[in-house]
Every structure is written in structure tokens, then in C-alpha cells.
């Protein structure tokens, strides 16, 4: 039951991942249709905001993504708020993600209002906390692990998957298994997760809907990230030193 709401949970990262981007002004979409064609909704609200914010600090806390992409993504979305039109202060209910210019009728809505304040209180109690926390935490493997499965489930649904998109996708959950709670031992895992997600993308084959090759690449993206934290704030795990080797859970 765990590993299926975690899934789950990695699943619905993967909306935010795919529309809340530089496009929309890093604003999350309202919603996104799958029939009769696939289209976002660009539009969005205050509680579509406050619901982003709250699943960015969730996303870290799953290990979807590292530090310092949790502090980029806060960041881009209040930069975003700063340059929206308000009215005394609050913002209205809805703006085009892209122009970010309210949507007629302009009204305020104190639910939505509510919703946003509420989110905000959430997220500054998470990041006050941020500091308290190891730079490199050891369970970012079990969030790589969650997208490895992911993957997994990708390759067993398409069709006519070549034995080596297989193998490579086991290997993976494999390698993600096995890591141990040194540094270097968890800067190697993330070297190789990165090559051999590097390699099913790079391999010439795709499945139809393309849910393999995004799947392969976000773990290549989430893993970068976390071997970019560990260059930034313990580079010694890079392997060029032989600087101490504490395990990651003692690193302030």
C-alpha cells in the first residue's frame, strides 16, 4: 500500500513537473484535459497557487527534488506573484497563466484568498525548518526509487519494448537498491542512474505515447540534481579527495 500512494504520489508531481514551467510563468494550470484532445486550461487561481506551493514542499520531502530546486521553484513563483495585478492588496481569482492579466469578471474571492494565506502560512513552517535538515538527505534514494518504479511500470505497459529498454530499466531499480549511506557511495548510484537513464532515451527506440522516454528522462533530470547539490555543498564526495567519509545522514 505504501509503494502504490507512493507511486501515485510521484505520478501527480509529474502535472506540476509538465505545465507549472517558464511557458505559464511558472503558475500552475488550473486543470488539463485528456479527451477529445489533450489541452491545459491557462488559467489560474489563488488556490491553484497555494495548492503548487504546498506540493513543491511536498515534492522535496518525497525527494522528487532536490534543495536547491525546491528554493528555484519557490522562488519563480513569487517573483511571478510580485508582477500580478492586485486590488488592495489581494489577488484576484483567476489570470491568464501567460499574460498573467486578471480574467474579466474581476472579483475577489475570500475562499480562494483563504486557500493561498493558508498555503503560504504551510510553506514558510517547512522552510523555516529547511535549515535544520542534512544538505544531501539519504532518503533521496527513495524518491529516485518511486520514479525508477514508475519507469518500470511504463516499460511493462508499452509495446514491443526491446529487451535492453528491459534490462536497463531493471538495472536501475537494482543499482537504487543497493546503495549504501556513504557520499561517494551515493554520488556513485547517481552516476550511474544517470547513464543508464541516459542510455534508454538514447537507445533509438520510443513507445507510442512517449511515457518511457519522459519517465527515463525525469529520473536522468532528478538524479543531475541531486549529484549538482552534492558538488555544491560536500564536492569532497566527488571522489577527487580523501576528505572524510561520513555517512550522509551526519552531514549538517
Do not use: H
Amino acid at each position: 500500500e505504501r509503494s502504490f500512494l507512493r507511486v501515485c504520489a510521484r505520478k501527480t508531481w509529474r502535472f506540476f513537473v509538465e505545465f507549472s514551467g517558464a511557458d505559464n510563468n511558472w503558475l500552475p494550470p488550473d486543470n488539463y484535459q485528456e479527451t477529445p484532445v489533450p489541452q491545459i486550461a491557462k488559467r489560474t487561481s489563488p488556490t491553484n497557487i497555494g495548492m503548487y506551493l504546498l506540493s513543491t514542499l511536498a515534492a522535496y520531502d518525497f525527494r522528487y527534488i532536490s534543495g536547491t530546486q525546491l528554493l528555484d521553484r519557490v522562488g519563480n513563483i513569487f517573483r511571478t506573484m510580485e508582477k500580478m495585478e492586485r486590488y488592495r492588496g489581494n489577488f484576484y481569482n483567476w489570470y491568464d497563466t501567460r499574460t498573467l492579466k486578471p480574467l474579466e469578471p474581476l472579483y475577489v474571492s475570500t475562499v480562494d484568498s483563504g486557500n493561498l494565506a493558508g498555503s503560504v502560512v504551510v510553506l514558510k513552517q517547512g522552510l523555516e525548518s529547511f535549515g535544520d535538515l542534512p544538505v544531501i538527505p539519504m532518503n533521496m534514494i527513495e524518491g529516485l526509487r518511486d520514479t525508477a518504479n514508475v519507469l518500470m511500470d511504463a516499460v511493462e505497459k508499452a509495446e514491443k519494448v526491446p529487451q535492453e529498454v528491459k534490462n536497463t530499466a531493471g538495472d536501475i531499480l537494482k543499482i537504487l537498491s543497493s546503495a549504501d549511506n556513504s557520499p561517494r557511495g551515493i554520488r556513485e548510484v547517481l552516476n550511474r542512474t544517470v547513464s543508464l537513464a541516459a542510455g534508454i532515451g538514447a537507445c533509438g527506440w520510443s513507445d507510442r505515447k512517449g511515457e518511457v522516454s519522459w519517465w527515463a528522462g525525469e529520473l536522468e533530470r532528478n538524479s543531475t540534481a541531486w549529484i549538482s547539490d552534492m558538488d555544491l555543498f560536500i564536492p569532497w564526495a566527488s571522489g577527487k579527495s580523501d576528505a572524510d567519509q561520513r555517512p550522509l545522514t551526519g552531514v549538517p
